[in-house]
């Protein structure tokens, strides 16, 4: 089992630049839909709000969020 487990400094030095940008960059993403949720009014959110803040609490569904959770135009 100890084998599978790879830890940060048995990475290539390629990839370990590469990782902390990537964690970075998914962490910011989180945050950006957070605040766009918060701060878009409930007509301008397709569905519930609380159901995409649950969502988006991984980069995943905060970019599936900024794709098709937002309205273009008030309703």
């Known amino acids: 089992m100890s084998q599978l487990v790879r830890q940060f400094k048995d990475l290539s030095p390629a990839r370990r ?3 902390p940008g990537v964690i970075a960059a998914a962490l910011a ?3 950006a839909a957070e605040v766009d949720i918060q701060r878009r009014p409930a007509g301008q959110v397709r569905g519930s709000k609380l159901l995409w803040r649950l969502l988006s609490l991984n980069a995943v569904g905060s970019a599936s969020y900024f794709r ?3 309205r273009t135009t008030p309703q």
Do not use: D, E, I, S
């Open 29 to 31: 993403l989180v945050a």
């Open 68 to 70: 098709w959770g937002r």
């Open 17 to 19: 630049f590469w990782v």
